[in-house]
């Protein structure tokens, strides 16, 4: 990183001073990590998590009965291991011994299954409840018709947890690996309730616990002295820092006063393969970026605008010649590379863009709109730098059509909240998720809720993801699924952009650090050498 100016650390400081914003101190002795974090968090309540950049922050926090390590990998969390039975349907945990919290009390089987049940308690409003309702009687839990006592999970003694299925699930330790179903410290949550993860009442389990929030600022975590790999922890402080302007984070990045940021925009790409080619870090992710229609809105409840909205889109041009780094032209919900699964994909991939927009006018014209009455709708989008020129990009390409779309750019927390809330006709999002097409495909399930904020619901798509679900051979379960997604896709339920790219901006003195298909990167792995 010799080519960047580190020089700038004291202008910054000031800088930041007089906008009143504080900037901690780099740490003595370099065991203070600074990593930029793309955006505020909304809580650091594990069961009310909801984006990625909230998982960066609760993979360090708290750690599950399962957990992955800085190359992905899934291995022992709090459990050193565990069975499956032969039918797959029931998981037994064993943990660790001597398990405590971050205030060193003893941390038990009673623990792992009070997170379980909080998540899943309708009073908790989980958006990521859904996600884990192959458990049995997690759905009835979670919509108020069983009590949580009635969650088949159950401790067998202090050190063993025994969850039940309702039917094979490959994905279930990948979901609880992200941190669905974390522990509870019912001490602590009996004391403060909610409140229990405030900075002032903080207790965890992970390598480092909260110590302080500045809102708009940054967070900062410690190391936790009773995490079970303490001596293994060489970090000392992480500091965590809302980073949504992209290209201002850049800047911090290059003064020296971030050793990492988990965006790059696309417009430096030039700048920064010149002067730090070696700290940059774009790898294939298991991730998309897609557009919401609310089918459940007018004139949105019409197959034939959404279709018209869909086909409508070049996405070549967007990936080739505005995101520029890696990202692919998606033209279905999953992602070709997911193992072994072989989808459908929009019918009208193989046509020339002259001979879509041919046919998305013809659509919208059937559906009532015209020169004389052209669909005309609001446009939500994430604020950040590249958020914005492909939905330029998009506007352009609707216009082309006869579709006037105003664009509307809020924070990303925002963002997400008003589509949690189905607060919108159009909207861009994005997705990470495992490598099982039932993790992209559950998101257009009626049961998925608030994770479905386009509020698409076909019965015969539930009825054959829950076929799917049913079935143990992965080829015949995987086929049953595609023949879903061509329910959605048929239907242009949701529209499909691209498929993303991890891209994270790495300082050489940052160690430990690998770029990975799932972008889980715990600081419990990283050390910095200077």
Known sequence: MTAFIRSG??????????????????????????????????TLDPHKLTTLYEGYISRDIYTPL???????????????????????LVYTFHLRDNLKWSDGHDLTADDVVAGFQRLLNPTTASQSASLVYMIKNAEEVATGHMPVDQLA???????????????????????IAGGRGAPLPRHAYAEHGDEWVYQQNFVGNGAFLLAEWQPNNYIRAVK??????????KLEEVYYYPTEDYNAAIKRYRAGELDWNAQIPTQQMALLEKVAPDDIYISKALSITYIWVNNQAKPFD??????????????????????????????????????????????????????????ARELLSDAGFGPDNPLEFEYRI???????????????????????????????????????????????AGWSALDDPEDFLYLALTSSGAQNSGNYSNPDYDRL?????????????????????????????????????????????????????????PSQYIWIEE
Request: hydrophobic share 40%; aromatic share 8%; glycine share 8%.
């Open 153 to 175: 999970i159950r401790a067998l003694d202090p050190q063993t947890v025994e969850i039940t299925l309702n039917h094979p699930a490959p994905q279930f330790l990948g979901i």
């Open 66 to 88: 399962v957990a992955r390590d800085n190359k992905g990998i899934m291995g022992p969390g709090i459990a050193e291991s565990w069975d499956i039975s032969e039918d797959g």
């Open 382 to 428: 994430r604020a950040t730098a590249d958020g914005k020129r492909h939905a330029a990009a998009i506007q352009n390409f609707w216009k082309g059509v006869g579709i006037k779309a105003n664009i509307l750019a809020t924070d990303i927390k925002t963002h997400y909240a008003d589509l949690s809330e189905h607060n919108f006709s159009v909207a861009d």
């Open 302 to 359: 019409d197959p034939r605008v959404r279709a018209a909205l869909a086909m409508s889109i070049d996405r070549k041009i967007i990936t080739d010649k505005i995101m520029k780094m890696g990202e692919t032209p998606a033209y279905s919900m999953v992602p070709p590379f997911v193992t072994d699964y072989s989808g459908p994909q929009f019918d009208f991939k193989d046509m020339s863009m002259d001979e879509r927009r041919t046919r």
């Open 224 to 233: 936790n002295p009773y995490f079970y790999d303490a001596d293994k922890v």
């Open 9 to 42: 650390a004291g202008l910054l400081a000031l800088i930041l001073t007089l906008i009143g914003l504080s900037l901690p101190a780099m740490g003595e002795g370099r065991t203070a990590l600074h990593r930029g974090n793309v955006a505020e968090p909304d």
């Open 465 to 521: 993801m829950a076929e799917a679900q049913q079935i143990a051979d992965i080829k015949a379960r995987f086929a049953k699924m595609a023949e879903a997604e061509a329910i959605l896709l048929g239907e242009y339920g949701i529209i499909p952009l691209y498929y993303a790219t991890d891209r994270h901006l790495v300082a050489p003195h940052v160690k430990g650090f690998y770029g990975n298909v799932v972008d889980v990167h």
